[in-house]
């Protein structure tokens, strides 16, 4: 949804085409043995030398990195104790060695692409290259991976006896343990740490000692974004009549950090309460209740969000997600989908939600490119920031399960996933299923929609954003739930992380809400449907069935009569009026519905054009009959605004259209022209622009530094 979708770019079906016909050869020698052509020492030579030169040559960030996702597979859910240990030389070509597992040691440092890749040997010597995918970048970056790692624990009994390092024997004390594990703490070595911690606890520690260890283990949890397995060794911490300082502290900050503001409220002030004192906990305690009052209420501070998306990077905002009047309920023919639970008007805040993950590209930021992520299965490829959402959300859910059901629980296609969540105490994360749910539910988002709106409008992107498409994206659950139309009645906007959405239309109770996920006000809109098979539907809006039942050569007639207007606006300083009123008739004259049924997706971007031109030679009259034109093509009925004005007749939206972001400025240039006509208009035509800015923005804080009457352009930008 908003995603750079290149599936069916010429540029980049080579691509497709080429991963196809690499399967297609791996899969002829399926089950063969592959044949050495190298010994140990030239493997690791020729990688080592690779690795030398790329960190010589100047890194191209303009260039696209390609991520390839493989035949999906089921992850193994079998116990380790019913497993058979094999050697490389077991291993074959194309084949996954299920019921089967391998001892393997890095015998160099790793290098990083799309996979964290190092040189490993089995106990037998025998090299190969192995590539890690969806790891987080701390494996390569802090020294958790280096040469001589096992990838077991290094106490685990495991490892062969030979790549075990001299330690003091299995007879080490639980301080010895724990000691060790506070020097790695120290070094942020935090996974290394956690792994001490855990012998320690193995080696019968003493109830004070086991305290500590816990205590210890927990903080690193909590640097490790281990949140669950953190509140599991702060539980039994906080045991007895007085639970420790760091106990309680520590729990809040997991609960906070897992968003449960109320239960990290609760332990604040069960900490405030045993130990006053502690200025940190305060600072924290306040924090959690800031978030839940968002939670609660809905109430933020727009513009300050506005700000730490502007200045955070990337812009992952520390706020709570708020959950208005809606819930999710079965549609009857399209599974699930989001229901008004109480009326609402055109503007209100129907949800502001925090993305569960979210990836974002920065394009000031020349260090870090875009990938290209390749599935052949499907035959999709996106260019953006998936393959680093894919690894986010696998880290996330392997390392939080209890986040597992809300991710999981969202639409998958055909896709079957197992049905088995842990296996030897450690969750099962299916990277195949979380690429399918990313692929189907993820939102490509602007570093912020204000900033996208305000380019719109000052001709350095579509003004109605709809062939504009984002390297960033993120999944956001509680929208995933909302189904497509083309006549939607609600709209998502972007603040960082945030997903702010609102209704474009005042909704009854128990009203199905539903939003765009690629605009349908673009020039190709009326010639044929949006196309949805990757979400498995197709849509049957008015708007839909309306094209379906119009003849192709109406179609045809419209699309012409489209062309010559652009011809005609483009290709003079003053475009000829009379000559592009006429050509307006005729493509009135291809609808049969009225615009207030069937909204004239063909016209309204034409009738602005024109608006704005009668305002620039000031002309009002004529600017107030298009602008308004321009919103009756898009379904709004309004009343009280055509001319002759009645002096004290209200201006009033009775029923509210298709929302896009050029209707901003329609409003302001409405407001200017009636200044001259109809004074008592300005001030509540100036009101509807700032709730058409609230919807499409997310928020109005900020909606007088963007438009003014006082500005030079005609639709009330600020330049």
Known sequence: MDT??????????????????????????????????????????????????????????????????????????????????????????????????IILRAVTPPDTMTAIMVIV???????????????????SEKGCLTEGTVF????????????????????????????????????????????????????????EEALTIRLNRALAFLKTHQFDTALRDLEMASTGSKPSEKALFRKAQALYSLQKFRESCDTHEALAKEYPNNAAAKSEFNRAIARLVEQKSGKYQFKRLQLEANNRRPPVLDHATYVGPVSVRSTESRGRGLFTTKPVKAGDLLFCEKAFAYAFHDAEDSRKGLVLLINAQTDSMTVGTQAELIALIVQKLYKNPSLMPAFTDLYHGSYKP????????????????????????GFGCPLSSRESHIRAMKGEAQLDN????????????????????????ARRSFIGDMMVVRATQDLAANTEITFWYQSPLNN???????????????????????????????????????????????????????????????????YRQPASEVPRLSLWSPYLTLAMVYATHHQPQKAIEFALKTLESLGYVVEGGHLPHASGTPLLVKKWGLMTDGLVGCWMSLS??????????????EGYARITYRICVGEDETFDEAYTQLSERRDGLVV
């Open 121 to 139: 040997e089995d106990e037998e010597e025998n090299a190969l290259m192995l590539q890690l995918y969806n790891q987080e970048e701390e494996l």
């Open 524 to 590: 190709d809109s009326e010639e044929k449907q949006m196309d949805l098979r990757h979400w498995g539907f197709k849509c049957d809006c008015m708007i839909c069935q309306d094209i379906q039942t119009t003849e192709n050569s109406v179609l045809t007639t419209r699309k012409e009569l489209r062309a010559g207007l652009r011809k005609e606006f483009q290709g003079r300083k003053r475009p000829n009026t009379t000559k592009i009123e006429a050509t307006f008739s005729m493509l009135e004259e291809t």
């Open 466 to 489: 709809a062939r504009e498409k984002f390297h960033s994206c993120g999944v956001w659950s509680l929208a995933s739930y909302i189904n497509y139309s083309c006549y939607s009645n």
């Open 418 to 441: 197992v049905d088995v969540s842990e296996v030897d105490e450690t969750p099962v994360v299916d990277t195949f299923l979380v690429e399918r749910i990313v692929a189907l539910n």
């Open 672 to 685: 200017s022209a009636y200044r001259q006509i109809a004074p008592d208009l300005v001030a509540q035509a």
């Open 152 to 207: 077991v624990p290094e106490h685990d009994t495991l490892i062969p006896s030979s790549w075990r390092r001299r330690l003091m024997g299995n007879d080490a004390s639980a301080n010895y343990w724990k000691m060790k594990g506070n020097e790695c703490f120290n070094k942020a070595n935090y996974h290394v740490a956690i792994d001490c911690y855990c012998k320690a606890l193995d080696t019968s520690p003493t109830i």
């Open 4 to 101: 750079h979708n290149v599936s069916e770019s010429t540029e980049y079906l080579q691509y497709l085409h080429r991963q196809k016909q690499t399967l297609q050869n791996a899969q002829s020698h399926k089950g063969q043995r592959p044949r050495p052509t190298k010994t140990r020492d030239e493997i690791i030579m020729q990688f080592m030398l690779r690795r030398m030169m790329a960190s010589k040559v100047p890194v191209d960030f303009n260039a696209i990195r390609s991520s390839f996702v493989p035949p999906a597979y089921a992850p193994c859910v079998t116990p380790l104790s019913d497993l058979k240990k094999v050697m490389i030389r077991d291993l074959t070509l194309e084949t996954h060695h299920r019921g089967s597992y």
